[in-house]
């Protein structure tokens, strides 16, 4: 095959007409601006369109892992210093990991992190200017006290990032931007491995792991990146399963109990979804022992979280789930909020995760908030149609209360922190809809069989003839090119 051909260039130009012009999607008077976030974008889309292979289906673990790399690095380049979602929570846990691993003390100066937040213009009424922040070099922190909990791994990635630009230079800039830059790479190999993996749930994953909105949390100080990844991993290994590509054998039974031990630095509730292997009928298994050495597995895992959670402790101070909320037994007795608060997940996931990839932003584009939502409902409803596995019956139940029981401890959980929540609020607020995203995740599996008998369009849509696979990352490819685009001229 050449590695360029007029498709790839055909492309090319498209793309960066796209870039040039997505002011035009803005309600403002057009300018015609080009800086060095503009140029950088316009490299990184020559770069994937001469690797990007949509023809050949053996290829889509490799497309989606440079789609990955290239735009994720981009938007962690381009993107303004703090302006990922919760990166001024997130970025002292990596500092930290960086300066004092395994362990937190009671008393961390983190001195790199007030370096970094004198260039907040977020959160920071007297910020720096620009050239504070190419020359402030890092300064040690100051780590003492008793140790009061464990270190969460999830930071691993930008802690190496960060130590590789303290390395090569003791500017702060280069360590910040190399952090962002690591967490994109450990999420880009998950998706890859994700996708080798998969034998039937490939568009799925596929979909859910290069969408705009998840591309903008990865590519920042987050540990979501590893919730995300769990989830595709373990859904990967869920569904061979269903499909009966694979039964579950020892290494099976061991990989996806890994996967779901992720979770338990990520999104504590999910650990439970390690039970949903032992619930499977025996038609699953190679053998019935491996059922008894996967519940095991799970419960081991529980062990563990609670340990890192601090629910069972091992420190004299709080653990990570930190705060002195309501208690589950508060909403057992008082259910109404976190009734109305789960009802609400639907326009969160809407509104805050698929809609809006972009925060902080001087104004939003009407247009890509458009395009974004029905781009990614389209996709989901092909998809789902697309989806040929059905579930066995007490499976089907099962999961079902599993994953509103983890919604609902996912609510109580955050009930815990003072800025959103206090007994006697109609609501717990804070849920954000990504949240939701191993639930979203989930539901091809029950909406598949009843989908296509619902609109009686299974053949059409089903068919392998429809390369369908092709046109996903097509689209995706370019509602990430706008996305990125607009973002260059609409965030601060």
């Known amino acids: 095959m050449k590695i360029i051909n007029k498709t790839k260039i055909v492309n090319i130009i498209i793309s960066v007409f796209l870039i040039l012009f997505s002011k035009v999607f803005l309600a403002s008077l057009f300018d015609f601006t080009i800086n060095t976030n503009v140029y950088l974008l316009i490299l990184g889309v020559i770069m994937y369109f001469v690797i990007f292979n949509p023809t050949d289906k053996q290829k889509l673990p ?192 061991i990989a996806f109990q890994c996967s779901t031990l992720l979770f338990s630095f990520s999104k504590f509730p999910f650990v439970l979804i ?101 781009i990614f409902f389209l996709l989901l409803f092909i998809v789902v149609m697309r989806n040929k596995i059905e579930l066995p019956k007490f499976f089907k139940y099962f999961s079902l209360i599993l994953l509103i029981a983890i919604a609902s401890l996912i609510v109580i959980a955050i009930s815990g922190d003072p800025r959103v929540y206090h007994k006697g609020d109609i609501i717990v607020g804070g849920v954000q809809g990504r949240y939701y995203y191993f639930i979203l995740m989930f539901m091809p599996l029950y909406c598949g069989s009843w989908f296509r008998k619902l609109f009686g369009i299974a053949e059409t849509v089903t068919s392998e003839n429809l390369n369908f696979e092709s046109t996903l990352q097509y689209l995706l490819v370019y509602l990430n090119i706008l996305t990125i685009s607009i973002g260059i001229y609409t965030q601060l």
């Open 62 to 253: 490799i497309n989606a892992f440079f789609l990955i790399i290239i735009f994720g690095t981009i938007i962690s380049v381009v993107k303004p210093v703090q302006y990922g979602l919760d990166e001024e929570s997130h970025l002292p846990n990596v500092i930290s990991v960086s300066d004092s691993p395994i362990f937190k003390y009671s008393k961390e100066k983190l001195t790199d992190y007030d370096s970094v937040f004198a260039y907040d213009s977020l959160r920071n009424p007297a910020k720096k200017d620009k050239n504070y922040w190419l020359n402030v070099e890092h300064k040690k922190s100051k780590i003492s006290g008793v140790k009061t909990g464990f270190d969460n791994p999830a930071y691993i990635p930008s802690s190496i990032g960060w130590n590789i630009g303290r390395i090569i230079s003791n500017k702060v800039y280069i360590s910040y931007f190399l952090g962002r830059i690591f967490e994109v790479l450990a999420f880009a190999l998950i998706v890859f491995f994700a996708l080798k993996i998969s034998k039937s749930y490939r568009e799925v994953i596929y979909l859910f792991s290069t969408f705009p909105a998840v591309l903008y949390i990865i590519a920042g100080y987050h540990y979501d990146y590893l919730y995300f990844g769990a989830s595709m991993f373990s859904l990967a290994l869920l569904t061979n399963v269903l499909s009966g590509s694979h039964k579950i054998d020892r290494r099976y039974a």
């Open 274 to 374: 390690g039970s949903l292997f032992s619930v499977l009928p025996n038609k699953y298994y190679e053998k019935k022992s491996v059922r008894i050495l996967s519940s095991i597995l799970f419960f081991l895992n529980l062990l563990v979280s609670f340990i890192y959670a601090g629910i069972i402790k091992l420190f004299p101070s709080k653990g990570a789930l930190s705060g002195n909320g309501p208690g589950i037994y508060y909403f057992i007795t008082h259910p109404l909020p976190l009734i109305r608060t789960l009802f609400q997940a639907p326009y969160g996931i809407i509104n805050d995760f698929v809609s809006e990839p972009l925060k902080y932003v001087k104004e939003p584009s009407a247009f890509l908030i458009a395009i974004s939502t029905i």
